[in-house]
């Protein structure tokens, strides 16, 4: 079964500009989260995706934005990139267990803002 | 502010060492899980802890759910350099929020 994929891994951006990543979930997975990792401040919780809907929003300014198609596959928007935002970004899809989901993570997006 | 906090931040032993790492917060989760990442990639499950004072043992690795169910701990016993890796917790909080991480080497 193939696990999480994301696309592109790397990536660097000039500050002003806006990135879409792109993280197909595995299949038969239809929820998907984003989160950002930074040295400083670890996973920081971006939006889960459920059936094309947002079910779950951290705090995140509007700048970072996101959407998932039919086939369950979601991308994340980031516009006016600011220098802040160089990050490695982790898609992860979640399957429900009886107690608790297990996420699965891609290998991620690395994000460069010069 | 980290919902959830992890000591140490840091963590360098020698092989054959004993470790614990801690994961705390003021929330309550209805579970806890536990999280290793390797360089270039991402996290993989290690446990998930749901009953207050649960203990689940994993070879090497003990985890341990508070009985509070607000905070737990990782312990490794002699440890091996194949356990270098970032160790990330996370509660079930509505959605899966994590901790900063404890990043631990293990020289040969």
């Known amino acids: 079964k193939a696990g999480v994929t994301q696309t592109p891994r790397y990536l660097i951006k000039t500050r002003g500009q806006q990135v879409t990543l792109s993280c197909s979930p595995i299949?038969?997975?239809?929820?998907v989260s984003w989160y950002q990792q930074t040295p400083g401040q670890g996973l920081q919780f971006l939006f889960e995706y459920f059936s094309e809907t947002q079910r779950n929003k951290g705090n995140f300014p509007g700048r970072f934005s996101g959407r998932q198609f039919s086939n369950s596959r979601s991308e994340m928007n980031v516009s006016t990139l600011e220098l802040g935002d160089s990050a490695l970004y982790l898609c992860?899809?979640?399957?429900?267990?009886?107690?608790?989901?297990?996420?699965?993570f891609g290998e991620g997006s690395r994000l460069t803002v010069l | 502010t980290q919902l959830l906090e992890q000591s140490p931040q840091f963590l360098s032993i020698q092989e054959g060492e004993n470790l614990t790492v801690y994961c705390n917060s003021s929330s309550v989760f209805s579970s806890l899980q536990w999280y290793r990442q390797e360089p270039g990639e991402g996290p993989v499950l290690l446990v998930t802890v749901v009953t207050g004072g649960e203990v689940k043992k994993l070879k090497r690795l003990t985890f341990q759910f508070g009985d509070a169910r607000k905070d737990s701990s990782l312990h490794i016993t002699a440890a091996q350099p194949g356990d270098t890796g970032l160790y990330l917790c996370?509660?079930?909080?509505?959605?899966?929020?994590f901790g900063a991480g404890t990043r631990l080497t293990v020289k040969p």
């Open positions: 992860a899809s979640l399957i429900t267990g009886p107690n608790t989901g297990e996420l699965f």
């Open positions: 299949s038969g997975h239809r929820s």
């Open positions: 996370a509660g079930d909080n509505n959605d899966m929020r």
